[in-house]
């Protein structure tokens, strides 16, 4: 079929302006088999560099002179396979220069030109918004009471389930997950614990009350119901959360994402020490780690690989595991916590060994009978960067994984961590039990 009498056009369509929601884009008015390019573009602020992003695709169109990227692979492109979202967590960096804004937004829209293009001109363009929170949220800034952080929290006053956020080794308050959530129905205070004032510089001696004064004043709070307080961890953030869920008893749902039920070491440059620092500390006494001692030639090895840029995680994870009694000791007794636990791991994670560690969990569950229910969503091919759909994955050698493997497990688990808090929130059960790979 040809359509001689229409210009080819370029259609998306857009249930939802959040990120973690799915976009379609189709071209119409073309000719059978006729060859299209749609090309992504959008900038990107971290701290002081603007970074110049683009994706593409080219397409053949089917026999009604139509392409559908929800049901089309590329023959070309910054990506592969059918994914209709793959031209947004496929885009490059193209160019750098200088940031000169003088205020930076870590939840700043995202605004994307799409354009489709035939023998290198371009035909159609279309600008999309695409937004980290629903406008109904709220975003307030908390620092009061050994509390920082930001509380994302419907307009309406309307008293809802609340959620703790906290994120990893990259310290400060870990506000992306955190607005998507807020944003499908909870109350959520994504948390800081470390890496931003007055709270300590160094991820080490990071004290668990910080979270039981979260939760107090979380329930202080009208918009919050008292009944019900989850808690998402990612990374290092995952030991905090099975390790807050494990001593303070109001949090009834955990979600791990990316992390580890044996509890290692803080996070601190590699050193000549003798002693490794504690992570965290409860009551004033350090939690039992994975390890206390220093191994000073596998500490220069990782740190001359870092210098070199080259990745020295899974070297040094491997070696603070490496002793079963100690490792055994370190391990948080997850039968003890008071709710439903989600697991979410990939199998190239190139920080450490995510699923191997995380089915030590699920083995003291299982063998504790526990009384909630429990799952381990492991995910192959996927790296440390699985967790929100739909945003730009890189794969490096710092994070491992298939790009289109992250993608679709991003997609599927965050899927599944929205229906296990809401399910848990709602009836404080949730279907599980099981490892599933997917």
């Not at 697991?343 to 089915?359: P, R």
């Amino acid at each position: 079929m040809h359509t001689d009498d229409k210009e080819p056009r370029l259609h998306i369509d857009m249930e939802s302006v959040l990120i973690d929601q799915p976009i379609g884009i189709k071209v119409d008015g073309l000719s059978n088999e006729q060859k299209i390019t749609v090309r992504c573009k959008r900038t990107s602020c971290w701290g002081t560099t603007m970074y110049e992003m683009e994706s593409y695709g080219t397409y053949i169109a089917d026999s009604l002179g139509l392409i559908d990227l929800q049901k089309m692979a590329p023959i070309e492109g910054t990506y592969k396979g059918i994914d209709g979202m793959g031209l947004f967590w496929s885009m490059q960096i193209v160019r750098t220069q200088e940031n000169n804004m003088n205020v930076l937004d870590k939840l700043q829209p995202h605004v994307v030109y799409i354009s489709i293009e035939s023998q290198e001109q371009t035909i159609d363009t279309q600008v999309i918004t695409r937004r980290w929170m629903d406008e109904a949220v709220t975003r307030t800034p908390v620092n009061e009471k050994g509390i920082v952080g930001t509380f994302f929290h419907h307009s309406d006053s309307k008293s809802r389930p609340a959620l703790l956020v906290v994120g990893g080794s990259e310290g400060g308050v870990y506000e992306f997950p955190a607005s998507l959530l807020a944003s499908h129905g909870f109350n959520v205070l994504a948390l800081g614990y470390w890496g931003i004032d007055p709270l300590s510089r160094e991820l080490v001696n990071i004290p668990l009350e910080l979270v039981e004064n979260a939760i107090h004043w979380l329930k202080a709070k009208q918009e919050t119901t008292n009944d019900f307080i989850g808690i998402h961890g990612t990374s290092k953030g995952a030991e905090l959360a099975l390790l807050a869920a494990l001593h303070f008893k109001e949090i009834k749902a955990v979600v791990a994402l990316n992390g580890s039920p044996v509890v290692f070491c803080g996070i601190e440059p590699w050193t000549d020490r003798d002693e490794l620092l504690p992570a965290w500390t409860f009551r004033g006494k350090p939690i039992s780690y994975a390890r206390r001692d220093n191994s000073v030639e596998i500490a220069k090895t990782c740190r001359n690989l870092r210098n070199a840029g080259e990745n020295p995680l899974r070297i040094w994870y491997d070696y603070l595991a490496a002793d079963p009694d100690i490792t055994k000791q370190a391990t948080i007794p997850v039968e003890e916590i008071n709710g439903p636990i989600l697991f979410i791991s990939g199998t190239e994670d190139a920080c450490f060994d995510s699923v191997q560690l995380n089915k030590i969990a699920m083995e003291r569950l299982k063998k504790h009978n526990f009384k909630h229910k429990y799952e381990h969503l492991i995910y192959e091919g996927a790296g440390h960067e699985l967790g929100i759909p739909n945003i730009v994955i890189s794969c490096s050698h710092f994070t491992g994984g298939i790009q289109y493997d992250t993608a679709q497990a991003s997609k599927n688990s965050w899927e599944k961590t929205i229906h296990f808090f809401t399910s848990s929130s709602l009836t404080g059960h949730y279907c599980g039990n099981e490892e599933e790979e997917s």
